[in-house]
């Protein structure tokens, strides 16, 4: 299971902070991505970090902008969101892929966190 947090109302360019806590054994294998779905928009892809740490993917709207990151001695995958931008404005969910990959597929991913809403105003 993954329990995502973090999310809540901020100005146009600035941060948070979301946390996906995950429970079970397999999170030090899995690769952790995180999406977003904006109103009236489809699920799509924002990073993903290897179970190492070692590698990271990042859609081309939020690179530079955001950064992923995880520590698996507590289970807990990262997304920073620095320089935030009104079309940032979605709900955020974290993913885990059991099987290592680093995709941006949303098939990929076989557990799913709840989802924290993130509000960018203007």
């Known amino acids: 299971q993954l329990q995502t947090s973090g999310g809540g109302l901020v100005q146009t360019g600035g941060s948070l902070r979301l946390s996906c806590a995950a429970s079970g054994r397999t999170f030090g294998t899995s690769t952790i991505g995180w999406f977003r779905q904006a109103p009236g928009k489809e699920r799509e892809f924002v990073a993903a970090i290897s179970w190492s740490g070692g590698s990271t993917n990042y859609a081309d709207s939020v690179k530079g902008r955001f950064t992923i990151s995880r520590d698996n001695a507590k289970k807990t995958g990262y997304l920073q969101l620095n320089s935030l931008k009104p079309e940032d404005t979605a709900v955020y969910y974290c993913?885990?892929?059991?099987?290592?990959?680093?995709?941006?597929?949303?098939?990929?991913?076989?557990?799913w966190g709840q989802g924290t809403q993130v509000t960018v105003s203007s």
């Open positions: 993913a885990a892929d059991r099987f290592g990959r680093l995709g941006r597929l949303l098939n990929n991913y076989n557990a």
